[in-house]
């Protein structure tokens, strides 16, 4: 690993770099992390390693290369916590999401798919993320190092999976109501 | 409606209300990017690349050592075990530093998290063959280190059923600690720290680890 601080950006241009790539921090940590505390610690764990490795940006491509190394640290930070506690369910079904749910419909929905992603593996959790964002299977085969076949064929079985799910969860709805 | 168009309208929803959530994040950053902080890998591989240098010492010193006492078979057999165990140990932290280098966080992530995996395969490699080797050699380790020191052969004066008794005592903690580890590894009233011995002892971690780089390296399942 590269910890040099010559880097080809100034350390200003890479602070507002940072500042405008904090939401995608922090999609990425919810992405991986059960409640708002692990949230908090996981973004401030990939700012830091943001920060260490500036070195190697080469100024091009920031997103991708945010996205990966954001990625990369959450992926570890995950497998460090399932491997520390031995857990193998990252979701709290009793945690609050943000802490700021406003309506009962809002906090179903938030439930729902933060429900949908924690059932995905580590590599599929990423690639939800990245389409959720808007990124072609281009970008995303790109920052997760797969073919944009593969990332097309994963795409179709999270699907697969996500329609049972979310089909699942409209029949407990619709008991729930009936009762 | 798709499925992942549904979800993408609830991840719109989630998404602004963490956009609302980075506005209270500058002090985040401002608090990273004033440090200077250590780099934590940078500890980890001083104390590999002694650990490398003390292994390749070691069997350096036990060729001679072994050169020395020929004409004993029981000091020289502990001499070849002892190296063996002190290859076993340096060539598993050489790899460690090998892909140590390889380490690169702003790079595919699939390549990265291989690397991270194997990383901590090479973690639990050094651990296993340091607690066999701990459990198992402590009588021969001990006869070079005397022998070596003190030019005293302590096989001479130990009974033979005594160390073999050792020998098989060893093996019966070794066999005695998986059963019970993975017997109580998912138990519920456990530490942590005791939960990550348990997984390391019964092999779960390694076999975690190992089906993480398959699944890595088959990138579609089924």
């Excluded at chain 1, 260490?52 to 940006?57: G, M, N, P, S, V």
């Excluded at chain 1, 959450?74 to 031995?86: H, L, N, T």
């Excluded at chain 2, 506005?23 to 490398?52: C, F, I, K, M, Y």
């Excluded at chain 2, 070849?80 to 390889?102: D, E, K, M, P």
Aim: charged content about 20%; hydrophobic content about 50%.
């Amino acid at each position: 690993m590269v910890w040099e601080t010559r880097t080809a950006v100034t350390d200003d241009k890479f602070k507002a770099l940072l500042a405008e790539h904090l939401g995608l921090v922090h999609r990425v940590a919810y992405t991986y992390c059960r409640d708002v505390t692990e949230r908090d610690d996981v973004a401030q764990e990939i700012v830091t390693h943001l920060w260490r490795c500036r070195a190697q940006y080469d100024g091009r491509q920031a997103s991708t290369w945010f996205y990966r190394v954001a990625i990369n640290v959450a992926i570890s930070y995950f497998r460090r916590e399932v491997r520390r506690s031995g857990r193998t369910e990252p979701f709290d079904q009793h945690a609050a999401t943000l802490g700021d749910v406003a309506t009962t419909a809002a906090h179903h929905d938030s439930m729902v798919l933060r429900s949908c992603i924690a059932e995905l593996g580590e590599m599929d959790r990423g690639l939800t993320l990245l389409h959720l964002d808007g990124n072609s299977h281009a970008v995303i085969a790109e920052i997760l190092g797969i073919s944009a076949s593969n990332v097309a064929t994963r795409l179709t079985r999270i699907r697969v999976a996500m329609r049972r799910r979310l089909d699942s969860n409209s029949s407990t709805q619709v008991q729930g109501s009936e009762q | 409606m798709t499925e992942l168009d549904e979800l993408e309208r609830m991840w719109a929803t989630e998404h602004a209300k963490l956009a609302r959530r980075v506005s209270h994040n500058e002090a985040l950053l401002r608090s990273v990017t004033a440090q200077r902080q250590a780099p934590s890998l940078r500890w980890g591989r001083g104390t590999a690349v002694a650990g490398v240098a003390l292994a390749v010492a070691s069997v350096v010193g036990l060729a001679i050592f072994a050169s020395r006492h020929s004409d004993s078979p029981a000091l020289l057999a502990s001499a070849l075990a002892v190296t063996v165990f002190a290859s076993a140990i340096g060539l598993s932290t050489a790899r460690w530093l090998v892909l140590v280098r390889q380490l690169d966080l702003a790079g595919p992530v699939a390549s990265s998290q291989r690397v991270l995996e194997s990383l901590a395969l090479a973690d639990y490699r050094s651990l296993k063959i340091a607690l066999l080797g701990g459990v198992l050699l402590w009588v021969p380790v001990l006869a070079v280190v005397v022998a070596a020191a003190f030019n005293i052969d302590l096989f001479a004066h130990l009974p033979v059923a005594w160390v073999a008794g050792n020998l098989l005592l060893g093996a019966a903690v070794i066999a005695g600690g998986q059963w019970l580890s993975r017997r109580y590894v998912d138990g519920p009233h456990i530490t942590v720290w005791t939960r990550r011995v348990l997984a390391f002892v019964s092999g779960r971690s390694v076999t975690a680890a190992r089906n993480f780089v398959a699944e890595l390296e088959t990138p579609t399942p089924g």
